[in-house]
């Protein structure tokens, strides 16, 4: 089974709200909601990548900070290793150029949205954090 290492950011405005991202019709999974980013290319740092792909999704740059999860999923058609970084936007507003909406939400709501799977690791990461 193909097998695709993929990294995530963990963002909060100035509310402590987190960044959440709906998947399009277009994407695989459309309709679940995850934190942005993608795919780790060759040659790239997961960090180098985080960055990369939300400049690239959103159109923002941000720094990526501490590690949140390191976490796989077994879809049945791809095994997703999904890791997940604190980041902060340092220049720009994010804008949606592959998700169809952005939202922030604090965390105590995200569990009203319907989560890509390989995503849930980090909730209850963040949740443990912030809420317990």
């Known amino acids: 089974m193909k097998k695709v290492d993929v990294v995530g950011a963990v963002m909060f405005n100035e509310k402590n709200e987190v960044l959440c991202a709906l998947r ?8 679940l909601w995850e934190f942005p980013g993608g795919k780790i290319e060759a040659g790239e740092t997961p960090q180098m990548s985080l960055a990369r792909e ?12 501490d590690l949140v999860a390191d ?15 604190k980041a902060t936007i340092t220049e ?9 909406k952005l939202i922030w939400l604090p965390l105590t709501e995200v569990d009203t949205l319907e989560w890509a799977p390989a995503d849930l690791p980090t909730l209850q990461e963040l949740k443990r954090e912030f809420i317990e």
């Not at 939300?54 to 900070?65: K, N, P, R």
């Not at 976490?71 to 970084?85: D, F, K, Q």
């Not at 720009?92 to 169809?100: A, L, M, N, R, S």
Request: proline share 9%; with cysteine; glycine share 6%.
């Open 71 to 85: 976490a796989t999923h077994e879809y049945p058609n791809v095994i997703v290793r999904l890791i997940t970084y």
């Open 24 to 31: 399009s019709q277009t994407m695989s999974l459309p309709g």
């Open 92 to 100: 720009g507003i994010p804008t949606p150029k592959e998700h169809e």
């Open 54 to 65: 939300i400049q690239e999704e959103l159109d923002c740059t941000i720094q990526v900070g």
